[in-house]
């Protein structure tokens, strides 16, 4: 049995691992800590309120004496850390709160690990810190080059994968230095429930569903490599149970799509999605479809991210052949998944949109 510290458990991949988690592993304590950022949705975990092995803390990691208190308390001996300020564009508007959560709040947790585990006599038989970062670390790929290797020098590009970068830096230190037992991942760009609507997938669903513009960035012509949430989270499963303690996995579905590709893709499943379901053009009549239209004549072409990353691909095959696993979803299969799984919870995402969630959580959670 484990007992798990879930840092930004409330977000959209954090979320998803402990629901995974607490579906396979019942018996297990999760304590996620998040501190409810814009992105951070107490709904996310919503269903688990009465398990006997969960609690929510309200809580930021950057708040050390806290977290040292919590591990204590908790004889916590596995952190899991999402926790993260995550999109890019945000990134290049205001990078301050990027530094300060994934760099000071890295360290921080850091700090904390080591002081209770190796520095205490309160320490766990078997702790482990691991750490959830991004392929965006690694900067661009050219069309034709090699997929990152977990030895592929780092270049980050953007503020935000700065920081990331920083911050796998700090906990590979903590490694070699304090002999904190650590592990790292680097995953590819993940699409599924419970996504915030600022990311591509689900800002492009709801935009074409509300007949709005589908604004791509540039010639559309990037390439990202995408995996189903789901899959990213039983990786980070098998690593914490399996993975090389002071190792780095890195994470992908070997699924490189353009941005055009994904859009186009989407539109294409809206369609059929409302050739099955009538009742769908009564809940969406701005929808093209409804009127004949086409998803694609919402396609707009927009300035560019700045700095924006070319090709992002991963090569998984150590994370294949040292722990034996490979994602479950095809593209196809996680899409279709996605899309439902938007289509039912509308009243979920048009609370994000118009920031009535947080109302409806206070009522619903209180404070914590
Ligand atoms: P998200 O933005 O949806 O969620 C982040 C969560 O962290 C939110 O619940 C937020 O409230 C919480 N948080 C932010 N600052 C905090 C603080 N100071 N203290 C406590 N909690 C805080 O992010 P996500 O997309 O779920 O990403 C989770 C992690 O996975 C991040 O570390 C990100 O870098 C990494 N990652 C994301 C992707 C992706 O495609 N989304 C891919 C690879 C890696
Ligand atoms: O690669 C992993 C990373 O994937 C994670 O570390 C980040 O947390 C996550 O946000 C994601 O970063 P991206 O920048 O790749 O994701 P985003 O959804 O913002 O954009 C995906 C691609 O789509 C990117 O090339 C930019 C483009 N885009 C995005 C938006 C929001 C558009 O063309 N139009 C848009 O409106």
């Not at 190796?118 to 970062?133: G, I, M």
């Not at 090709?311 to 899409?335: C, K, T, V």
Request: overall charge negative; some cysteine; hydrophobic content about 35%.
């Amino acid at each position: 049995m484990r007992r798990l510290l879930v840092t930004g458990g409330a977000g959209f991949i954090g979320a998803n691992f402990v629901h995974l988690h607490l579906r396979e592993y019942p018996d297990d304590r999760v304590v996620v800590l998040d501190a409810l950022t814009y992105a951070g949705n107490r709904a996310n975990l919503a269903g688990l309120e009465g398990h006997p092995g969960f609690r929510f803390v309200h809580g930021d990691i950057r708040e050390q004496e806290r977290v040292e208190a919590l591990l204590r308390e908790e004889r916590i001996d596995t952190v899991v850390h999402f926790a993260a300020e995550s999109h890019v564009d945000r990134s290049i508007v205001g990078p301050d709160a990027f530094i300060e959560t994934n760099v000071g709040g890295t360290h921080s947790l850091l700090k904390a690990a080591r002081a209770v585990w190796l520095e205490s006599d309160d320490a766990p038989a078997d702790p482990l810190f691991h750490h959830v970062s991004t392929d965006e670390v690694y900067g661009s790929l050219e069309a034709g080059e090699a997929p990152f290797t977990e030895a592929h020098p780092y270049a980050p590009n953007s503020p935000y994968s700065a920081s990331k970068a920083a911050s796998d830096h700090l906990v590979r230190a903590y490694h070699h230095t304090y002999g904190l037992p650590v592990t790292t991942s680097n995953c590819s760009n993940n699409y599924g429930p419970y996504q915030f609507p600022e990311k591509l997938i689900p800002l492009m669903l709801i935009n074409l569903l509300e007949g709005r513009s589908l604004p791509i960035y540039g010639d559309g012509r990037n390439v990202r490599d995408w995996l189903y949430v789901e899959d990213h989270n039983r990786a980070i499963e098998r690593i914490i149970e399996s993975g090389r303690r002071g190792e780095v996995y890195n994470i992908g579905g070997n699924c490189e799509r353009t941005n055009l590709e994904i859009v186009e893709r989407l539109c294409d499943l809206v369609e059929e999605a409302f050739g099955e379901d009538e009742s769908l053009a009564a809940r969406f009549p701005a929808c093209p479809v409804v009127k004949g239209g086409h998803g694609r004549d919402l396609i707009t072409y927009v300035k560019d991210r700045p700095g924006h990353d070319r090709r992002y691909a991963i090569d998984a095959s150590r994370l294949r052949d040292e722990l034996g696993f490979g994602p479950r979803e095809s593209f196809d299969s996680g899409f279709r998944k996605t899309l439902r799984w938007y289509l039912e919870n509308e009243a979920w995402w048009r609370a994000v949109m118009d920031g009535s969630y947080r109302e409806w959580t206070r009522v619903q959670y209180g404070d914590c």
